[in-house]
């Protein structure tokens, strides 16, 4: 039995294929992340049975291979009904609202960055509830997680004992014998998946891929990852490009704290519910 080479990068090299992420898709890993990618690269290279120089030149050239390499590389961690109390916020009034004064008009929501989409079809289950017709569109630059996505089906841990909790009963109907949540054609209908790469946004081809005129854009635990400056940049696309007038967009409450004074276009102010924060285009911007 042969056995492969073990591959072990050096610190330049590294550096130099996390640079070609960065350039790619605008991602900027932190530590952790950063040890993940390096042992994938390595792993690919022992399987390919080829040097470091020649897997950075099938890089440059195989569109599959750096395909491969951004869904290896990308964070994809969620779950159904992240951050509750957003969710709640559009149970007990924007939906309630939307529905009284455009009942026969369906409701437009960006799930930006969705990873596997536990988000889009918290979403769509969420307004199906609520007696209005939700058109999901749910965007990653990951092509893996969003084919996971259009199948619908899901494992029993997309449910955590805490976070969403409250939200659990609204699964049960699509629960299944085998620890499952599958969703029927009449929930996936209202889902559609797009790959976005959110650092291209305001790039020709990106800007024709954007969904246009969204009544409610969640992009959560993503900025994170970004350059302070593609935040402004992906930011301002998006609030000229896909929010309606008085649309509302939600970041993850970890990352309020990023969105200063400095950062926000003028067309977008931030609001206080209670306890939470979201952002809300104003009208006539």
């Not at 999901?136 to 494992?155: P, R």
């Not at 929930?187 to 790469?197: E, H, L």
């Not at 246009?212 to 959560?220: D, E, G, T």
Request: with cysteine; net charge positive.
């Amino acid at each position: 039995m042969i056995q492969e080479k073990k591959i072990v990068l050096t610190q330049e090299e590294t550096d130099y294929f996390i640079s070609l992420l960065t350039m790619g898709t605008g991602i900027i890993p932190r530590s952790s992340h950063r040890a993940g990618i390096q042992t994938y690269i390595e792993k690919k290279i022992a399987e390919k049975n080829i040097s470091v120089s020649e897997f950075k030149l099938n890089l440059q050239s195989d569109k599959n291979l750096f395909t491969e390499f951004i869904n290896e590389s990308t964070v994809n961690e969620t779950y159904f009904f992240r951050e509750e109390k957003q969710f709640a916020l559009l149970k007990e009034r924007y939906f309630p609202m939307w529905k009284a004064m455009f009942p026969s008009v369906p409701i437009k929501i960006w799930s930006a960055a969705c990873s596997y989409g536990e988000e889009a079809y918290s979403l769509a289950v969420l307004a199906k509830v609520c007696g209005i017709k939700a058109f999901v569109t749910a965007s990653d630059i990951n092509s893996e997680v969003l084919d996971h996505c259009n199948k619908g089906v899901f494992w029993e841990s997309s449910i955590r004992s805490v976070d969403g909790f409250s939200f659990k009963n609204l699964l049960l109907p699509y629960k299944t014998n085998e620890g499952k949540i599958v969703f029927p054609d009449e929930i996936k209908s209202c889902i559609q998946t797009r790959k976005i790469n959110l650092s291209k946004i305001d790039s020709p081809l990106g800007d024709a891929n954007l969904p246009k005129n969204q009544n409610i854009i969640f992009i959560r635990n993503v900025f994170i990852y970004f350059s302070q400056e593609l935040r402004i940049r992906i930011l301002n696309s998006i609030i000229d490009k896909c929010l309606a007038e008085g649309g509302i967009l939600f970041v993850s409450m970890s990352e309020i704290a990023q969105f200063d004074s400095n950062m926000l276009p003028p067309s977008l102010e931030k609001v206080m519910d209670g306890n939470i924060f979201y952002f809300k285009k104003k009208q006539g911007r």
